[in-house]
């Protein structure tokens, strides 16, 4: 293998790896203000771009990708106050059914509202063959795009959670529910608020990969896969970390397709989400505790 290509490839598994990353700070996001796994949160990254690409129709990319981040962004906020607000001290066990059951149900209703075709926004500059060149690699510049408002995103997100008051009762919620209903915090709202933020970072991201991923109604299946691996491998809960557990795995993907067929790719998360769960279940990065509200 070349220097060219070896890049290539390196190039390839972080745009990849950062797109999970993101999926897994949606996972983190919630749990971290919940102890929710929500196995729905591929469907909102799908729900972002298709709904976008329908409204792409009729206006402009940017107000299309706004609406469209919007309108998932209270889809998350519904999810939450239909079917998860009003459990009394679920199990896990039963938490996990639920929201893959919501997978399920939305992926449905997305193929009854989209079909089975595959849709994709326009590239935001450029096109499908113009590409950017840095050192010896040849990208495109859509990627950095992906690279550039996924990075904003985790930026906004750790700022939010450290240095604002909403953010800062976030994290009480998730360090002593009880300790902030004392001091007043309404902890059904930043259960709903949680939901929201993930939802919409979920369908940005959607937005943003959907003219070098395209869109389909059930793409969401994969990418909660992926996530889950991520946010495991990262340590559950650890939102910074989860950056670098992705672009760990989207390279080993990328470089999957070199001695193995592409068929397989998705194997490689598989793979890893069993060896991290045998092996060290709380992560390369966590604990057993959730010490990872320190992180974020």
């Known amino acids: 293998m070349g ?27 919630i749990y971290n203000t919940t102890g929710i796994i929500n196995f729905a949160q591929g469907e909102f990254v799908m729900l972002g771009s298709m709904i976008a690409i329908s409204l792409h129709g009729v206006m402009p990319l940017l107000p299309s990708i706004v609406l ?6 209270f889809i998350g906020a519904l999810i939450e106050v239909l079917f998860i607000r009003w459990l009394k001290s679920p199990t896990v066990l039963r ?23 595959v849709r994709a926004l326009p590239y935001f500059t450029g096109n ?21 408002v996924c990075l904003f995103m985790v930026a906004v997100l750790q700022g939010f959670f450290h240095f604002t008051l909403l953010g800062r009762k976030m994290r009480a919620c998730a ?16 259960v709903t608020l949680s939901f929201m933020l993930s939802a919409l970072i979920g369908a940005v991201a959607g937005c943003v990969v959907s003219p070098i991923t395209y869109s389909q109604y059930n793409m969401g299946t994969g990418l909660a896969i992926k996530g889950f691996t991520v946010a ?3 340590g559950l809960g650890n939102s910074l ?15 999957s397709v070199w001695f193995m067929p592409s068929a397989y790719k998705d194997a490689i ?15 390369l990065f966590g604990s057993k505790e959730r010490m990872a509200l320190k992180e974020f």
């Open 68 to 73: 469209a981040s919007v309108v998932t962004m």
């Open 175 to 190: 360090a002593n529910p009880v300790a902030a209903r004392l001091c007043g915090i309404n902890t059904k709202n930043m």
């Open 95 to 117: 938490m996990i059914i639920i929201t893959i059951g919501l997978s399920i149900l939305i992926r449905e209703l997305a193929l009854s509202i989209w079909g089975e075709g």
């Open 128 to 148: 499908e063959v113009s590409s950017v060149e840095i050192g010896m690699i040849r990208i495109s510049p859509q990627v950095l795009w992906v690279v550039g």
């Open 269 to 283: 998360s598989i793979a890893i989400l069993l060896v991290i769960l045998f092996v060290r279940p709380s992560g």
């Open 232 to 234: 495991i491998l990262g």
């Open 241 to 255: 970390a989860a950056l670098g557990g992705g672009i760990v795995l989207g390279i080993l993907e990328s470089f």
């Open 3 to 29: 220097v060219e290509l070896f890049l290539q490839y390196i190039a390839a598994g972080v745009t990849y790896g950062i797109i999970y990353a993101i999926v897994a700070i949606g996972f983190n996001i």
